[in-house]
């Protein structure tokens, strides 16, 4: 058996000729050579993408290692890949692997340095949801960026493509090499609970068109980008992560609405496509989810759409994948039907068993295994892994952050704010007029790493704008007394500025706002998660969406309350009359400026 220096050094022959343009059969040819010395053990964990606890792969807190005893039987990200030899580990906020630039590139150090050590070593893929908006798992100082639907708002393809190289030149330098982004779902349901502000918007070509910008923006940076969540996610009035969604679309609709993202991404080259946890009998009457069907993953997205990269997963710890079967059975399920990386089951020992068990017992060949794992070591020999698996502290220094990134996420996000209402050209405010600005509203907790919460920073953005500026939390539900108080301050201020935050129609939001528009002070809401709330407040005078309330967004908004920004945004879903919800209230397209 070769030394791992020599496998090393075959595989170093792999990239060196992807880099000078060689042929896939040549490349492959090293990488099945890898294959074949491999053990059944150590080719069913290069399917898995696992959660581990800590910040750092061989010595994290006590509490992160009680926590992966409990969940994984294992102390530490080293002793994950020692047993299981995970082909992926996914970094994420709560599981306390984000701590900082620096940290997160010697977590990515130290888990590579434990698989490559190994007999037969390996480079790990190691990936994180970093979406931008509100979704994001590695907050300030690295450069946070507008979300997918106020990217939409903005229209730019640019703009699109310029995040994807920033993000993915910060995710590399921390040693993040796989990204679960972007959303590739048309948000066509404005009850989806799950998708909402994620999606690029409700037009499946402009969808399509920001998803293919924003991949090859990631993958010029050297970071597999992931378009989510096949067949497409967008028509949904149930959360994946709690229940089991069913998608009624046609395979007529399906094919003009879903399909055209997921079209788009396989075009452009994307590196890895992420399965939904969702059933759509139209495509598949059997009853399972997508995730675990042989007819949507191999027969439409492999055989139709010609994909031939790597297709992972969502969450096998999520309920929509767990309801028809056990937890030993969806990820034999999942590679039947055409799955190569199984993401963050919730017992590795159970899927990774049930796996090795299956191949032993003949209901999976380990010829089936083989194809997925040459996909995964052609990803990881495609972003250079096998050339040089390790970042430096320097090159964290040197990218993340930078004051040239922040600029840019600023710009973007001032080409993404929507005005959507201004009576008698109310907006820009005035600081001579309406120099006292009270800001009020929902403080939802705030997305990773930003500054928060939404009325606090807003407050700030208008202060550093000339305007004396007081916050004043009455958060998403606020109670009759809060309301009252908002009220009686509103009355000191010349202008009120209230965040909004997914008002129904029953909300004791709307109270807030109608009773503040009561007291004749000027009100100017600003939807800081998903823009239908105007159709809940037709009282104000001015509304704005900014699609999020991360920091950049709601600096973006205030440049436009203040004037020093136009608006630009143009709505990218359709916002239905509250009273009549066939009725729209604002199409697609609709954004005012000044």
């Keep these: 058996m070769p030394s791992r220096r020599t496998v090393l050094a075959a595989t170093m022959g792999v990239t060196a000729s992807l880099a000078i343009g060689g042929t896939a059969h040549a490349d492959d040819t090293?990488?099945?050579?890898?294959?074949?010395?491999?053990?059944?053990?150590?080719?069913?964990?290069?399917?898995?993408?696992?959660?581990?606890y800590g910040h750092s792969a061989t010595a994290p807190d006590q509490a992160d290692i009680d926590a992966n005893l409990s969940e994984i039987g294992v102390r530490t990200a080293a002793e994950l890949i020692a047993k299981y030899r995970v082909g992926g580990i996914i970094y994420f906020t709560w599981a306390h692997n984000t701590r900082d630039p620096h940290q997160?590139?010697?977590?990515?150090n130290g888990i590579q340095k434990a698989s490559l050590s190994q007999p037969r070593g390996l480079p790990v893929l190691v990936a994180t949801d970093q979406e931008h908006g509100i979704v994001c798992r590695i907050g300030a100082p690295a450069t946070l960026f507008p979300g997918a639907m106020a990217i939409g708002a903005g229209g730019s393809r640019d703009d699109a493509r310029t995040l994807g190289r920033i993000s993915g030149a910060e995710l590399r330098a921390m040693g993040?090499?796989?990204?679960?982004?972007?959303?590739?779902?048309?948000?066509?349901?404005p009850a989806n609970p799950v998708i909402g502000v994620r999606s690029f918007g409700a037009d499946p070509d402009a969808v399509a068109g920001l998803v293919a910008a924003e991949v090859k923006g990631y993958q010029s940076s050297q970071v597999a980008a992931t378009a989510k969540?096949?067949?497409?996610?967008?028509?949904?009035?149930?959360?994946?992560?709690?229940g089991f969604p069913v998608i009624t679309h046609s395979r007529e609709v399906w094919e003009a609405l879903d399909a055209v993202p997921f079209r788009a991404a396989v075009k452009a080259g994307i590196d890895s496509i992420m399965t939904a946890h969702i059933m759509v009998p139209a495509l598949d009457d059997s009853g399972d989810p997508a995730t675990l069907s042989h007819p949507i993953l191999t027969g439409i997205l492999r055989g139709e759409l010609g994909y031939d990269g790597v297709v992972i997963t969502d969450s096998l710890g999520m309920e929509g994948v767990r309801q028809k079967y056990g937890d030993d059975r969806v990820p034999v399920l999942a590679l039947k039907a055409g799955v190569d990386q199984l993401l963050n089951p919730p017992s590795l020992d159970v899927a990774w068993n049930a796996v090795?068990?299956?191949?032993?017992?003949?209901?999976?060949?380990?010829?089936?295994?083989?194809?997925s794992i040459l996909r995964v070591l052609r990803l990881k020999a495609r972003l250079g892994l096998f050339k040089d698996a390790y970042v430096s502290r320097a090159g964290v220094s040197r990218t993340v952050g930078t004051r040239s990134h922040l600029a840019a996420a600023d710009r973007i996000a001032e080409r993404t704010t929507t005005l959507l209402v201004n009576e008698e050209g109310l907006l820009p405010l005035s600081r001579r007029t309406h120099g006292k600005v009270l800001v009020v509203g929902a403080d939802p907790a705030s997305p990773s790493g930003t500054t928060g919460p939404p009325t606090g920073v807003l407050a700030a953005a208008l202060g550093e704008l000339g305007f004396t500026a007081t916050a004043r939390s009455t958060g998403t539900d606020p109670s009759a007394a809060t309301v009252s108080a908002a009220v009686a301050a509103a009355r000191e201020a010349d202008a009120v500025v209230v965040a909004t935050y997914n008002v129904t129609a029953g909300s004791s939001q709307r109270t807030l706002v109608e009773q503040l528009v009561a007291t004749g002070r000027p009100v100017v809401a600003v939807a800081v998660r998903n823009p239908y709330d105007v159709a809940q407040l037709p009282s104000v005078s001015a509304y704005l969406a900014s699609y999020s309330w991360t920091d950049v967004e709601l600096r973006a908004a205030a440049g436009v309350i203040a004037g020093r920004v136009r608006p630009r945004g143009k709505l990218p879903v359709a916002v239905q009359r509250a009273d009549d919800p066939a009725q729209v209230l604002y199409p697609v397209g609709h954004g005012l400026s000044y």
């Design 30 to 52: 090293r990488l099945r050579s890898l294959i074949s010395r491999m053990t059944l053990p150590e080719k069913v964990g290069q399917l898995f993408v696992m959660r581990v």
């Design 104 to 108: 997160v590139a010697d977590l990515s």
């Design 176 to 189: 993040v090499n796989q990204d679960y982004s972007p959303d590739a779902d048309v948000n066509v349901n």
């Design 229 to 242: 969540h096949f067949p497409g996610h967008g028509d949904t009035a149930v959360d994946s992560h709690f």
């Design 356 to 371: 090795l068990k299956a191949v032993q017992g003949g209901e999976l060949t380990e010829a089936r295994l083989d194809e």
